[in-house]
């Protein structure tokens, strides 16, 4: 049973370009979150997402930010018109809908650099 | 919302010894409450959890015990070792007996190292 899947690991963009992260859960998970951790700081939620719907996005800047979790294929977050302020590793977890509570399992992340 | 404290930020310990790291949380239909370690590099993986219809939980040489009144939780890891040197996040949330949405709320995080 392969764990969660993210790709790619690392991602150099310049800025103003578009950066998208993919992120694969584990088979039979249906809820995908995504989190952003700088440097020496902590797990920032940004959204959470079941498939084809968008549950809370509170922690996802109105611009520039999007994700989706559509019926097929793996979640996307997607960063347009990246800046210097957005590198940082962005790690997604997944977990099941039937469990009884809350355990989410961590992909490897995505380490976005920006120039 | 929910909101997650957690300190020290950083903790030396001499091997052999125990470390204590400790979370009070805001919320208090949070029921669910997993601690997270993270080497340098790697992605976080959950250590332990415990529910809050539980007071106290043990694994080998980790244990968590909860205050619902207080609102506070706690990581206890004993006989350190090197390999448990890495960052440690304790988190909060509503399982799914509290209507179905989840979110989980970390703290801040604690690098622990062990010196040899």
């Known amino acids: 049973n392969a764990g969660v899947m993210q790709n790619p690991r690392h991602l150099v963009r310049r800025r103003g370009q578009e950066a998208r992260l993919r992120c694969s859960p584990m088979k039979g998970h249906s809820h995908v979150y995504w989190y952003r951790q700088l440097p020496e700081e902590g797990l920032k939620f940004m959204v959470y997402l079941q498939k084809e719907n968008i549950i809370d996005e509170s922690g996802m800047p109105k611009e520039r930010f999007s994700a989706e979790f559509p019926k097929e294929g793996p979640s996307i977050l997607r960063i347009q018109q990246v800046v210097r302020g957005d590198s940082a590793a962005y790690f997604c977890a997944s977990r099941s809908a039937g469990s009884g509570r809350n355990e989410q399992f961590f992909g490897p992340g995505t380490r976005l650099t920006v120039l | ?116």
């Open chain 2, 1 to 116: 919302g929910e909101n997650v404290e957690q300190h020290p930020s950083t903790l030396s310990v001499q091997e052999g010894d125990s470390a204590v790291i400790k979370c009070t949380y805001s919320d208090s239909a949070s029921n669910y409450f997993p601690w997270y370690k993270q080497e340098l590099g790697k992605r976080p993986q959950l250590i332990i959890d415990i529910r809050s219809n539980v007071g106290e939980k043990k694994d080998q040489r980790i244990a968590v015990t909860l205050n619902k009144t207080a609102k506070h939780f706690s990581l206890h890891i004993t006989e350190t070792q090197p390999e448990d040197s890495a960052v440690y996040f304790c988190a909060a949330s509503k399982g799914v007996n509290s209507g179905g949405y989840q979110k989980v709320t970390f703290g801040i995080g604690t690098k622990l190292q062990v010196i040899p």
